[in-house]
């Protein structure tokens, strides 16, 4: 049993992107969203039908999503749509699916409902395109089996069909969520260069390379064709940063990002499983150890591998270590002042002081949050700030403005048009959501800096606060959880590069700023461009214009998942 720790604190930097790790024992299942399943995750709703999804006016998301759900619950994802049993799509034009028609074409619906339902419904109500009606209930593999009640079924009288439960936009990506403070008239106009462009601008994915060297210029979806095996990469290169190999994580990082956006699904996985320390690693009491250690908010590689070489090996020996009370976890509310002067000297990562607090609120923090609830959360936020400061807007960024259909926090940036309220206002808003016990505990708070040319660390000058969020009780989301929220404030001239910085993921980031040093000799990071050898500042008035500077196609949120 690991000893007690002794009263005098030991201070060491564990890095604020340990805070963002998964546990080890997270799957890449576990995001898809079950609504409500009747069944367990390990069985299969269509164990004998073959499915083949046309990608055709779905947006990323949808297709991450039924893909996931066709893989888990089919006896197999086809790639070819002769080999299939059953045509999903979202397509109303029977002239683009004219080869299909001896197959049962139906709408998405018909995947989530039956998935929902527990048991494979029948194709009637489903019917993609009416004209091949006939065609569809014909080829049915559940109809086929069961005499379907529904064939006589009025078209005017039927169940309503996908394409009014789950309407798929006409644009290959969803947009950011953006929200504005206050009613429509405000004293001061929202310049239109801070609002979303409308129509959406598309992605066009002919022009990007999935064989570049930048992450920034291939499209990355969330699930890709290879995941399996970035999954298996991932866990070495897990491996490699919790041993402080940086290097080497890197590398990985990168082949990574490169399967990500490779197009065509590799027929090797078998062959790499067997590859020395692939399966070795993730089943070792070290990688196991460390791995859950990283898992905690506040705590990063180094601090791991200190932990773990003073015998500590399970979350019960973090608590005792670091003498986590159990009834701390609901009483426990820390003073914003000691928050604010801990916060000035923790950009370098969170002290001992938060692990302790993390550890006390790890049954919430494991708990993912899903879309609804993180638009709530933006909502709530909002109506908030309109009381602090009138005409404010915001994007909730990160994975959430991927497409990931839960997150394990949330991030949001935000702005107003008059830069002389934009300065101190996330102290002041902070204080005020403090004060109405929405805000529990904070991290870091952090004034504003400005751009600095020559700064290496990956930590940006906007004022932020990394705080502990709670739903009011009057939200219909309310269930008492706390969860993980970052607000970013920046000044309106370098907005879009404050949310195209914290919209992610890593390694698109990682490369967009190594874009804009190799190629136009800028710095770019979330709080601004710069111009290296003279520093002259450049202010983007709109997101789509920072690709346009560095001479980049656009590559729309859904399609920069460059991470695992």
């Known amino acids: 049993m690991p000893f007690k ?99 049962a074409v139906v709408t998405p619906a018909w995947l989530r409902d039956s998935v929902a339902e527990g048991e494979a419904l029948e194709c009637t109500p489903y019917v993609a395109l009416q004209d091949l009606r006939e065609e569809t209930i014909n080829n049915c593999p559940v109809c086929n089996v069961r005499p379907c009640e529904c064939e006589d079924t009025d078209v005017d009288e039927q169940a309503p069909g996908p394409e009014t439960s789950y309407p798929s936009p006409p644009t290959p990506a969803p947009k950011s969520k953006l929200a504005v403070a206050g009613p429509s008239t405000l004293a001061r106009p929202i310049p239109s260069h801070l609002l979303p462009l409308a129509p959406p601008i598309p992605t066009e994915l002919s022009k990007l390379r999935y064989a570049s060297k930048y992450a920034c210029q291939r499209a990355s979806p969330l699930i890709c064709l290879n995941q399996a095996l970035a999954v298996e990469l991932d866990i070495i290169k897990r491996s490699r940063a919790l041993e402080g190999e940086e290097r080497s ?24 499983e067997e590859l020395s320390h692939v399966g070795t690693i993730a089943n070792s009491e070290r990688f196991k150890a460390l791995s859950l250690f990283s898992s905690i908010y506040g705590i990063g590689p180094s601090t791991a591998r200190r932990l773990y070489a003073l015998g500590l090996r399970t979350v019960d020996d973090l608590e005792v270590y670091f003498g986590v009370e159990p009834e701390e976890e609901e009483s426990q509310l820390v003073e914003l002042e000691h928050h604010e002067r801990f916060g000035r000297a923790s950009e370098s990562g969170l002290g001992e002081t938060w692990i302790k607090i993390a550890l006390g609120l790890r049954n919430d923090f494991e708990l993912m949050i899903p879309r609804a609830e993180v638009e709530e959360m933006g909502r709530v936020v909002m109506d908030e700030l309109n009381i602090v400061e009138h005409g404010c807007v915001s994007t909730i960024v990160g994975g959430y403005r991927r497409g990931k259909p839960q997150s394990n926090d949330v991030d949001i940036v935000f702005t107003h048009p008059d830069p002389t309220k934009s300065k101190g206002l996330c102290k002041r808003f902070v204080h005020h959501l403090h004060k109405k016990g929405m805000v529990t505990h904070v991290m870091h708070l952090s004034g504003f800096h400005g751009h600095n040319p020559l700064r290496t660390t990956h930590w940006d000058s906007l004022e932020k606060a990394l705080t502990v969020f709670i739903l009011p009780p009057s939200s219909p989301f309310y269930k008492g959880t706390r969860r993980r929220m970052d607000l970013i404030f920046a000044q309106p001239e370098v907005y879009w590069c404050a949310v195209i910085g914290w919209s992610g993921s890593i390694m698109f980031q990682r490369d967009i700023r190594q874009w804009a040093k190799d190629k136009k000799g800028m710095k770019f990071d979330s709080s601004g461009i710069t111009r290296r050898y003279d520093s002259k500042p450049f202010y983007p008035k709109t997101e789509k214009e920072v690709f346009d500077l560095f001479g980049l196609e656009w590559v729309d949120p859904v399609w920069r998942n460059a991470d695992v």
């Open 249 to 272: 994580a890197l590398s990985y990082s990168r082949a990574i990002s490169a399967i990500k956006a490779y197009p065509r699904r590799i027929t090797s996985i078998r062959q790499v």
């Open 5 to 103: 720790r002794p009263a005098a604190a030991y201070h060491e930097s564990s890095g604020y992107s340990s805070g963002r790790s998964k546990p080890p024992e997270t799957s890449p299942d576990v995001n898809v969203p079950s609504k409500r399943s009747k069944v367990r995750r390990s069985a299969k709703i269509f164990p004998s039908v073959k499915a083949y999804i046309v990608q055709a006016k779905m947006d990323g998301p949808t297709i991450a999503e039924l893909f996931m759900l066709a893989e888990r619950h089919c006896e197999r994802l086809c790639d070819y749509a002769e080999d299939a049993d059953v045509i999903i799509t979202s397509i109303t034009m029977r002239r683009r699916l004219e080869r299909h028609i001896y197959k």
